[in-house]
């Protein structure tokens, strides 16, 4: 009897994990609104998208790059629909494209987030170049996102531009 309930519990708390994995970058850990200052942010960089920092360093697609929260903001997915009539908003989007042909199912796998590009640091995507000061709207991949401890010091962020590599 001892030997069901343990494995009960256990099924239990397997399901939930499951159900909570399954929820993905919509969980409390990543809600929409400004990043955590404490945190920096790990995202993949999008197919077509190329980043370089302040140091010369270039990311492409497939690679991950650091931002510091501060840096960086989740967009709710109903203010990107409705912003998608605003050519200003259109503009700083560099893979706008993607997201518009894009099934609403296909959608959740991706998270619309708004960062930073200080000066020195260049976002290009096909027929987009945004540098800095200024910021950027990219659709990146949920299972490519993480957010950690940020113990990086804020000289070392100035010197990368606010960018830096994680698999470089």
Known sequence: MKFLRICST?????????????QGFEQSSFP???????????L???????????????YKA????????????????AYVKKQMNDTAFKSSFVNETSYSGMPEEKVRDYA???VKVPEGVTVQSPGKTITGPSSV????????????????????????????????
């Open 137 to 168: 709207t990219l659709m990146v991949t949920m299972a490519g996102m993480n957010a950690t401890p940020d113990t990086i010091p804020a000289e070392s962020w100035n010197t990368m531009g606010g960018w830096s590599g994680w698999n470089k």
């Open 62 to 77: 497939g690679q991950i790059v650091v931002v510091p929260g501060s840096n960086v903001t989740i967009l709710e997915s």
């Open 32 to 42: 929409a609104g400004l990043g955590k200052p404490e945190l920096k942010y790990h």
């Open 44 to 58: 993949l960089v999008p197919e077509g998208v190329t980043i370089t920092n302040k140091k010369g360093e270039v």
């Open 112 to 114: 619309i987030v708004s």
């Open 10 to 22: 256990a099924l239990v708390l397997l399901l939930s994990a499951t159900i909570a994995h399954a």
